[in-house]
């Protein structure tokens, strides 16, 4: 009978063998636990569907994070971390970057249509962040803060549409 591995030992065993383009490499899925039926999932989606379908079959599989959760050393082991509704009921009060819509220290994403608003949305976001006004009108900025505008869309075209 085999040793049971951990599901982090697992899945670094059959991440280091599909580096290798080894599929297998002695790695066992009954020794893998749940990441065997989570992996195999995962490079069919990859397979089928290109690295976007994985990261879904991932991201969506609650036994993954759970398992990753078990296995992790020290504090790695905080990555998932585990609320119940009393921790919830003491978790500080959310400061806001813009009250309602946009909370400090979180992550978004502009998205859209080409020509649909995207970077006047991201200017005037900016400036109101900037002057400490409220945003759209609607939205109060509490003060003003400092931003950093990435032009992601090349310089001359920014400056060509804007100015």
């Not at 009978?1 to 002695?26: C, F, T």
């Not at 790695?27 to 989570?38: L, N, R, S, Y």
């Not at 921790?87 to 400061?95: A, C």
């Not at 400036?127 to 945003?135: E, F, K, N, R, T």
Request: hydrophobic share 45%; glycine share 8%; net charge neutral.
């Amino acid at each position: 009978m085999s040793k049971k591995k951990s599901g982090l030992e697992a899945a670094r065993s059959i991440i280091r063998a599909w580096q290798r383009d080894e599929p297998g490499n002695g790695v066992k899925p009954e020794d893998c636990g749940p990441w065997a039926e989570i992996m195999t999932e995962a490079a069919r989606a990859f397979e089928a569907r290109g690295l976007p379908a994985a990261m879904r079959v991932i991201s969506v599989e609650p036994e993954l994070i759970r398992v990753v959760a078990e296995n992790a050393p020290g504090a790695a082991a905080d990555l998932f971390p585990h609320y119940s509704l009393s921790t919830g009921l003491q978790l500080p009060d959310t400061e806001w970057l813009v009250y309602g819509a946009i909370a400090e220290r979180d992550a978004g994403m502009i998205f859209g249509d080409a020509a649909s608003g995207k970077t006047y949305l991201a200017i005037d976001l900016a400036v109101s962040l900037a002057a400490g006004l409220d945003w759209m009108n609607r939205w109060p900025v509490e003060r003003p803060r400092r931003v950093l505008y990435f032009i992601a869309e090349g310089r001359r075209k920014f400056f060509r549409r804007v100015l």
